[in-house]
């Protein structure tokens, strides 16, 4: 997936700006609060000029690994926070509905924590990482 951007500084710091596409502005998956321009963090030690139009690549398969690391992991934590709920409701005689929403929220959000340290741990790797380059190089 390529992109082009245009750096811009933002709080004394250079990023990467973009403008959504047609292409992308179709599906509508994010469009709900989100802004025609999205700013993107470069790569630490990359040395470039305001104005300047770079290009954004992001490997194949890194889409796919943060999806799933995103929504995947939070979504079994789900799954698993309402059955540990409904399994704790019929040992304590609680409200299963009570106990299986409790538990599936709570393990859910239990899980974000965990979501964001694992997405810095792969990025620090380079699994997940955006490749910038000048325009014509």
Sequence with gaps: MT???TLVRVNGRLMAQTIRSE???QCRACAHGQT???LIELPEGFE???GETVELTIPEGSVGRASLLGYGVPFIAFCLG???GGWI???AAWPQDLCCAAGALGLCAAS???VRRAGRALKKCGQLKVCVRRQGE
């Design 3 to 5: 992109q082009t951007a």
């Design 23 to 25: 292409a992308c502005a």
């Design 36 to 38: 025609e321009r999205q």
């Design 48 to 50: 470039g000029a305001e």
């Design 82 to 84: 309402l059955a540990l």
């Design 89 to 91: 409701s019929s040992l």
């Design 112 to 114: 974000l924590p965990l």
